[in-house]
């Protein structure tokens, strides 16, 4: 999981602004994932991509958007349209879309000013 | 889709006790159950998964065990640290169209006095 990295450790977002979080794997992993984490709660996923130019939304995809134009990288914008956006983002890959196994990033600390 | 409940949600043993937490998942197609140690603001780390191929898995201090007829699976730490002191997660493997999805309990805090 060393080679998954995020980007920034803790994000600002003032009211109505849309913010970008970033997420980088040289694992030469396909799939990828991106989870909200909440005090107190497990991880809810929000999308996941399993190949280059593909990705599906997860449970709670509303106020969110992805993008997979490269193997390595998948960013996650958080909209306007999320109201309550304050969590604990985390991005996770794996080998393929079948290996259950997943390895997580370190993780961006959303906040709302 | 796949439900995961975790119990308990808050654990405190004394150091050198066995810690136990418990799993129930809904969906019987599931067949991956991993388990994740989370410490203060760090990612998750995998400690122990286990296929619903196998009964039980074991790995030094840790153990899962899983009864797929009763949907259930637990992870066992015996002789407990004060560094085993995390939150922890199980998770469960399930479908989602051609990919697989891990649906994760809500945690269990595990607090190890000395």
């Known amino acids: 999981d060393g080679g998954i990295t995020q980007s920034p450790k803790y994000l600002f977002r003032k009211e109505g602004q849309n913010v970008t979080l970033s997420c980088e794997q040289n694992l030469n992993h396909d799939a990828m994932y991106w989870y909200r984490q909440d005090p107190g709660q497990g991880l809810r996923l929000i999308y996941y991509?399993?190949?280059?130019?593909?990705?599906q939304k997860g449970d709670i995809a509303e106020g969110y958007s992805v993008s997979r134009e490269k193997k390595e990288s998948f960013p996650l914008t958080v909209t306007s349209a999320q109201k309550n956006p304050t969590a604990f983002y985390l991005c996770a890959s794996s080998y393929n879309p079948r290996e259950e196994t997943q390895y997580f990033g370190p993780g961006t600390r959303l906040l709302v000013l | 889709g796949e439900n995961v409940e975790q119990h308990p949600s808050t654990l405190s043993v004394q150091e050198g006790d066995s810690a136990v937490i418990k799993c129930t998942y809904s969906d019987s197609a599931s067949n991956y159950f991993p388990w994740y140690k989370q410490e203060l603001g760090k990612r998750p780390q995998l400690i122990i998964d286990i296929r619903s191929n196998v009964g039980e898995k074991k790995d030094q201090r840790i153990a899962v065990t899983l009864n797929k007829t009763a949907k259930h699976f637990s992870l066992h730490i015996t002789e407990t640290q004060p560094e085993d002191s995390a939150v922890y997660f199980c998770?469960?493997?399930?479908?989602?169209?051609?990919?697989?999805?891990?649906?994760f309990g809500s945690g269990t805090q595990l607090t190890v006095l000395p």
């Open positions: 991509s399993q190949i280059v130019n593909d990705f």
């Open positions: 998770a469960a493997s399930s479908r989602g169209g051609s990919a697989r999805q891990l649906t």
